[in-house]
């Protein structure tokens, strides 16, 4: 009879707490979705922009940063006002950051001071590529 009474205050007792665990509203976490791409070519920077804009749209209030890294040779159309005017106010518009890689510039012969301001320098693209992705963004070379 003692063993009954056990078994069931056990049962009861498990019914209890697992018909009190449902009340508990679930919450999903759900971290910031961070992006960077690391691109050869300034003119691919439209096309990354509005993936960019989608991807906002797509993750909401999860959106983070998006940042596109120039490197290569391409640097050297980062001096040309009229050919980039049109790149920074996409990237303004929808919250991309454009980011110049040092090493390029100076393997280039390219002056930080005669690029936009707008567009941040880093010393190494690859290396803040990197970096970006050990601290979790989602990464992508064109």
């Not at 110049?100 to 930080?112: D, E, H, R, W």
């Not at 050990?134 to 992508?140: N, P, T, V």
Request: hydrophobic residues 40%; contains cysteine; charged residues 25%.
């Amino acid at each position: 009879m003692k063993s009954i009474k056990s078994y069931l205050l056990i049962i009861s007792v498990f019914t209890l707490l697992t018909s009190c665990s449902s009340l508990v509203p679930k919450t999903e976490v759900v971290a910031t979705k961070n992006y960077v791409v690391l691109t050869k070519k300034v003119q691919q920077i439209k096309p990354i922009v509005l993936a960019a804009k989608a991807l906002a749209t797509e993750d909401g209030k999860d959106f983070g940063n998006f940042k596109v890294i120039i490197c290569g040779k391409t640097v050297t159309d980062l001096t040309d006002k009229e050919l980039i005017a049109e790149y920074l106010e996409m990237a303004k518009k929808n919250n991309v950051t454009l980011v110049a890689c040092g090493f390029s510039l100076k393997k280039f012969k390219v002056s930080p001071d005669s690029i936009p301001k707008e567009i941040e320098v880093v010393d190494n693209g690859i290396l803040y590529n990197f970096q970006l992705q050990k601290s979790g963004y989602i990464s992508i070379e064109l």
